[in-house]
């Protein structure tokens, strides 16, 4: 895969009020009291507990900061404006340019809170780096929007917990209800997991052993990939079209 720039297709709203807090903590995945650490990782997703968008919280003063992908900014803010009803919140429009690289943050910048490998993120025109970010974010098994996430997506079969997007003890949010039972009362027999790839598949591939599906190949970087499993049919001998697939479990 080619080295992506330092300067990301992110948009970035501002949200400002008496009530941007509150109104946050009612709608998204993860606690906004975390803003009061740094930046915070979450998720806006629909009654029934499904991915609409993952995105970014970043404390700016007494406003938030909405970081998320360009493709997902229009639907977001829709759907925020939606939940706003009388609230005192406003949703402006900014043209903040999101940076990232690797190593100690510069100031103004915050550790990206999905894995330390990721490095941080800028959004003060701090300058970044060009690095295989896809390399790194396949070796950490952190998912993409338009490829690992899609609307059909549960976000703890999506690895939500282990990259801190979700909070079980803040209370209630849209899909709460979903996202809590799939905790405390199932077992995941899907997700996302990293696998060795043997060869090449496009993204998308379906990935079989001994004769049955047992999930999809998706992003791939050298060797490694990350893919959508059923862990009952994840085992030796899984291919991907001509590509071999190895999973450790």
Same mark, same amino acid.
């Not at 999506?158 to 405390?184: I, P, S, W």
């Not at 997700?191 to 043997?198: H, N, P, Q, S, T």
């Given at each position: 895969?080619? $080295?992506?720039?330092?300067?990301?297709?992110?948009?970035?709203? *501002?949200?400002?009020?008496?009530?941007?807090?509150?109104?946050?903590? $009612?709608?998204?995945?993860? #606690? %906004?009291?975390? !803003? #009061?650490?740094?930046?915070?990782? $979450?998720?806006?997703?629909?009654?029934?507990? *499904?991915?609409?968008?993952?995105?970014?919280?970043?404390?700016?003063? #007494?406003?938030?900061?909405?970081? %998320?992908?360009?493709?997902?900014?229009?639907?977001?803010?829709?759907? &925020?404006?939606?939940?706003?009803?009388?609230?005192?919140?406003?949703?402006?429009? $900014?043209?903040?340019?999101?940076?990232?690289? &690797?190593?100690?943050?510069?100031?103004?910048?915050?550790?990206?809170?999905?894995?330390?490998?990721?490095?941080?993120?800028?959004?003060?025109?701090?300058? =970044?780096?060009?690095?295989?970010?896809?390399?790194?974010?396949?070796?950490? @098994?952190?998912?993409?929007? +338009?490829? /690992?996430?899609?609307?059909?997506?549960?976000?703890? /079969?999506?690895?939500?917990?282990?990259?801190?997007?979700?909070?079980?003890?803040? =209370? @209630?949010?849209?899909?709460?209800?979903?996202?809590?039972?799939?905790?405390?009362?199932?077992? !995941?027999? *899907?997700?996302?997991?990293?696998?060795?790839?043997? +060869?090449?598949?496009? %993204? =998308?591939?379906?990935?079989?052993?001994? =004769?049955?599906?047992?999930?999809? &190949?998706?992003?791939?970087?050298?060797?490694?990939?990350?893919?959508?499993?059923?862990?009952?049919?994840?085992?030796?001998?899984? @291919?991907?079209?001509?590509?071999?697939?190895?999973?450790? +479990?």
């Amino acid at each position: 895969m080619e $080295t992506e720039l330092s300067t990301l297709t992110r948009t970035v709203f *501002k949200l400002t009020g008496a009530d941007t807090r509150h109104f946050l903590q $009612t709608l998204v995945t993860n #606690d %906004v009291a975390r !803003l #009061d650490e740094g930046m915070v990782y $979450t998720a806006l997703l629909t009654p029934q507990g *499904k991915y609409l968008a993952d995105f970014f919280l970043v404390p700016d003063g #007494d406003a938030v900061l909405v970081d %998320v992908a360009t493709g997902l900014a229009p639907g977001l803010q829709q759907r &925020l404006s939606m939940y706003k009803l009388r609230s005192d919140v406003t949703i402006e429009a $900014t043209d903040i340019a999101v940076t990232r690289g &690797l190593g100690t943050p510069p100031e103004g910048a915050f550790t990206d809170p999905r894995d330390a490998s990721l490095g941080w993120r800028g959004y003060a025109g701090q300058p =970044g780096e060009d690095v295989n970010w896809d390399a790194l974010r396949v070796a950490a @098994c952190v998912p993409e929007s +338009g490829i /690992e996430l899609t609307p059909d997506t549960f976000i703890l /079969e999506a690895g939500f917990e282990r990259l801190n997007g979700v909070d079980f003890r803040k =209370g @209630c949010y849209v899909g709460q209800e979903v996202t809590a039972r799939m905790k405390h009362k199932t077992a !995941l027999r *899907k997700g996302l997991a990293r696998v060795k790839v043997e +060869g090449t598949a496009p %993204v =998308g591939s379906d990935i079989e052993h001994n =004769g049955k599906l047992a999930g999809t &190949l998706y992003s791939q970087a050298g060797n490694q990939g990350i893919a959508y499993l059923r862990f009952d049919r994840a085992g030796p001998g899984m @291919c991907a079209g001509d590509a071999a697939v190895h999973y450790e +479990g």
